[in-house]
């Protein structure tokens, strides 16, 4: 399986290269950024998904490949705008486009930091908007690959009706957290706001994937529904996977990142689990482990007992198993071909996984 | 004209109110921020570009009100990103999106000036990207409406390439010119710009009521490109007469708002072109009076002078009236029906407008 993802890295990256619709963006290093994040390659889970569940309809995978990159150039963009709203200064090991373009103020025109800063995030918001576009039109040339213009137009109102609105709104949600203060959230909202800022986009791929396969422009028909409901369950069982691993991973592995959640102050379903759970004093014990710059390892053992105790780990594992386990039945009322096995052996990656 | 111009609007302001897209946003004030500027009312001056071209070419008017809508929609989450870019606090006589949401910020969550203040900004750039999805949303939705799938596709399609990458490039170049210093930049640079962040959107409105009007997916027909270089063309005209206006207009209608441009030293073509045109002592004079606070009538007598005798006046003007004369021969190829005769004394009122 792992072999195959990179297979579908490559046809991706390729085609996201050779794309042309960045060709005429002005100036030049708007151009560059445009292009930095969605040709920086990556795993490419989210084509993979669409593209398998094309092939799992029996449809075939060549209509689907412009759909495929979009939502990764779907995705990409998100980030960019995510980027500049947590002031990230580092992305996949190089810097954040607000900074890329702030530095290059900096050095070409001579600006101020404060000067060279705003004008970073400025265009940067300007990057991640042209790159909303591309998306689209990398979706809507479909139409130029197979997919009848009737479905290519009902795949684009659904990237809006379900990407666009959910996707901004669980990224609004968890913008807000800290202002409410994280004390004031519950498990079941960041569970909510993780369904729509993580789960919007995955259910899309593989709703897409199956549009594409069998022909059909309509979103309420149960193979899609029920592929949407895959995609959507196992990106929340990776995520619960991913908390999960930041505190109970193996140091030797993560090293410092074990915590990382934790120094961020970062409400995850695990950690405010774990309060839910707890009596009073131990939730000061907890607390006071709230935010540091960094921990020693006793420190780490003291919250992984608060969270073992409590039954918040338990009650994390068995959601993520049972997520895990509700995509693996549905992927099993399919026939069974070389994609469902791709599928179904992702679907056991995502919460297996030990890094 | 004016009377069916109000006719457009009062249309447009209930298809865009109708619409269902913003409610499925979340926190509510997002998609309060989301509603705001396009449910503001205003000219639509641009869906009536559209309808009327949609008319000039027999077509039904019915069928391209979703995508009159859509061109409203996206000119709107432009200035929710310009405001936020440009620092604007004022827009229709309303506080702009990123101060309503900072304001609601300070007051529901108690936060400190900074940090609503970057909530604000924050929640204003994800209003802007809520309303890019729903602009190309409206715009599929005439597929419902009796558009034919492909012509929608095509339309979708070129409100990317063309709309998207000029419009937001033109964007890019307006807000790289401070950084320049503006006495780097001529007036054919700003011509430039002027075509990529005015021009490009109200060509696509052309080019959509002709492509909706005639059934064609085939933006490169004559009928297409005709219109659409009527559009570009009158807009630019528009904007030239702005220039002139806020300089040469009468003090009794404008009051404090003549100068206006030069106490914020806008590089327009008119003061351009007068530097490009004058001698060095009288440079040195111009200079002298850009940037001030507040103008004196003697003040601005001094500038029209300089104005007016090194010809830059007499350039603006005639390019404006050029621009005019040729948005009037295009339109005069086509049959004589009343849409004609709208967007004739459409082009007219542009640049004849005193106000």
Redesign the interface.
């Known amino acids: 399986m792992l072999n195959e993802l990179s297979n579908v890295a490559a046809l991706i990256d390729a085609e996201i290269e050779n794309d042309d ?1 960045p060709s ?4 030049e290093y ?1 151009r560059l950024a445009v292009r930095d994040y969605p040709c920086h390659g990556g795993k490419r889970l989210r084509p993979a998904l669409l593209l398998w569940s094309c092939g799992l309809v029996d449809g075939e995978i060549d209509h689907a490949i412009p759909a495929a990159a979009a939502v990764e150039i779907y995705h990409n963009w998100t980030l960019v ?1 995510d980027d ?2 947590d002031n990230d200064s580092v992305r996949r090991g190089a810097p954040t486009t607000h900074i890329q373009v702030a530095d290059y ?1 900096a050095k070409h ?1 001579s ?1 101020g930091t404060a ?1 060279a800063d705003k ?1 970073g995030r ?2 940067a ?2 990057a ?3 790159q ?3 998306a ?2 990398m979706l ?2 479909s ?1 130029e690959r197979g997919v ?3 479905v ?2 009902a795949l ?2 659904r ?3 379900l990407v ?3 996707l ?2 669980g ?3 968890d ?2 957290f800290p ?2 203060g994280w004390r004031n959230i519950g498990p079941d909202e960041v569970m909510r706001m993780l369904y ?1 800022k993580t789960g919007a986009l995955l259910r899309f791929c593989t709703e897409a994937g199956a549009a594409i396969g069998t022909g059909s422009h309509d979103f309420s028909e149960p193979v899609i529904t029920s592929l949407g409901e895959f995609a959507s369950s196992a990106g929340i069982a990776f995520q619960l996977r991913d908390d999960w691993l930041g505190i109970f991973g193996d140091f030797d592995k993560f090293g410092k990142s074990i915590g990382a959640d934790l120094a961020s102050t970062k409400p995850t379903i695990l950690l405010l689990k774990t309060f839910e759970l707890i009596g009073e004093s131990d939730r000061k014990k907890l607390e006071s482990l709230i935010g540091l710059p960094e921990y020693t390892i006793e420190q780490i053992e003291t919250v992984r007992k608060l969270m073992r105790d409590s039954g918040a780990e338990k009650y994390v594992l068995d959601k993520s198993a049972e997520l895990s386990a509700k995509g693996r039945s549905i992927l099993m009322c399919f026939e069974d071909n070389r994609y469902r096995q791709l599928l179904l052996e992702l679907n056991d990656y995502l919460v297996s996984r030990d890094k």
Chains 1, 2 share one sequence.
């Open positions: 619709f005429a963006v002005k100036p708007l705008h500049i709203i103020a025109f600006a000067a004008f400025d265009f918001i300007l991640g908007d042209i909303q576009g591309w689209v039109n809507l040339k139409a009848p213009a009737p290519t137009v684009c109102r990237m809006q009706e666009n609105r959910e901004i709104s990224e609004a949600l913008v807000e202002l409410r729509l």
